[in-house]
Nanobody, 121 residues
Framework: VQLQAFGGGLVQAGGSLRLSCSVSGRTFISYYMGWFRQAPGKEREFVAAINWSGRDTYYQNSVKGRFAISRDNANNTMYLQMGSLKPEDTAVYYC???????????????WGQGTLVTVSS
């Protein structure tokens, strides 16, 4: 399974950005998908996850109501719509996939290369 995250960039506080994660290889629909982020000097942390159908979603408390995770199984793509962005959201964002649900980075088997999101104040 190969994952590629893109869509990062520089945005002002209060702005919006949409990240995408393109998946190739095995059957996309078989996998739970997740977004993680890692700020400079900090550990990688869970942001959001979604089950195979897209019906069940999970969020870190700090992004609830501001971020929305979704997936398009027909096009093997996952998204993270980010709104009301804050400077503390600045990080490299990674997409990940695994056959089982998890919010711990170590539990995910497949990772994309990361895309940088910078939120200016």
């Amino acid at each position: 399974v190969q994952l590629q995250a893109f869509g990062g960039g520089l945005v002002q506080a209060g702005g919006s950005l949409r990240l995408s994660c393109s998946v190739s290889g095995r059957t996309f629909i078989s996998y739970y998908m997740g977004w993680f982020r890692q700020a400079p000097g900090k550990e990688r942390e869970f942001v959001a996850a979604i089950n195979w159908s897209g019906r069940d979603t999970y969020y870190q408390n700090s992004v609830k109501g501001r971020f929305a995770i979704s997936r398009d199984n027909a096009n093997n793509t996952m998204y993270l719509q980010m709104g009301s962005l804050k400077p503390e959201d600045t990080a490299v964002y990674y997409c990940a996939a695994d056959p089982s649900f998890a919010i711990v980075p170590a539990a995910y088997s497949y990772w994309g290369q990361g895309t940088l999101v910078t939120v200016s104040s």
